[in-house]
């Protein structure tokens, strides 16, 4: 997307509240990766249509996604879950801080080594995976056995900052990241019981439900 186009669209996004400015602030400041505006206005906005009851997120960081979901619904509940002890804690320290305890649920767990444990907490209404990238896969395979037939995943940063789309990335460090974001976009483009819908915004979302019923007669 043309920057000029970007910038215009991202002004257009409505101020939000000024705890989550803080955040965003603090979160810069300290180097903490969290949504790009666009995509998470988009992704809040389809929320708000579908109306999940239970959102299961992967990877909670400072809890500014799980916040930014309380605040557009007030009814749903919100499980996230966090490795970093440093990141839990100070998630805890804002969910508390701007009044969502009641509604959001922080695990410290590894999610692929305590699945069973997260799992008993479904089913899910939506799943929404912005934690290891290199596990992206996985972490698919593995939670959607509890998401609802209805439900739907969202996917953050699958353009990865472009190098997604790129053969051979110039970080050396990055290489293996990137070739495993492009892996998790083919196996989501194809896979039999699921459908796909990339949007170039941020760093990338992807938007993931269930086939209907007779869709795979088209194929």
């Known amino acids: 997307m043309d920057d000029l186009i970007r910038t215009y669209l991202q002004e257009q996004i409505p101020a939000r509240h000024p ?26 906005m389809i929320m708000e249509i579908q109306q ?4 299961l ?6 809890g500014y996604s799980a916040l930014r979901m309380a605040e557009r619904l007030p009814h749903t509940e ?15 320290e804002n969910i508390n801080t701007y009044g969502a305890e009641d509604q959001i649920r922080v695990v410290f767990a590894d999610a692929l080594e305590q699945t069973e444990a997260i799992l008993a907490h479904g089913p899910f209404d939506a799943i929404f995976i912005d934690a290891a990238k290199a596990q992206y896969e996985k972490f698919f ?19 990865f900052k472009g ?16 070739r ?33 019923e007779g869709s795979h007669d088209n194929e």
């Open 19 to 44: 705890f989550f400015q803080e955040m965003e602030k603090r979160a810069k400041e300290d180097g903490v990766p969290i949504m790009e505006p666009d995509s998470l206005e988009t992704m809040l």
């Open 52 to 55: 999940p009851k239970r959102i």
């Open 57 to 62: 997120e992967l990877g909670t960081a400072i």
């Open 78 to 92: 919100i499980i996230t879950v966090e490795r970093d002890r440093e990141r839990y804690d100070q998630a805890i």
């Open 141 to 159: 395979t593995l939670f959607t056995a509890r998401l609802i037939d209805e439900g739907v995943i969202y996917t953050d940063n699958v353009l």
């Open 163 to 178: 190098l997604a789309l790129e053969l051979e990335p110039d970080l050396q460090k990055k290489r293996r990241v990137a």
């Open 180 to 212: 495993k974001m492009r892996e998790f976009n083919q196996f989501l483009t194809a896979h039999p019981d699921f459908t796909t819908s990339f949007i170039p915004l941020g760093d990338g979302l992807a938007i993931t439900k269930r086939k209907q």
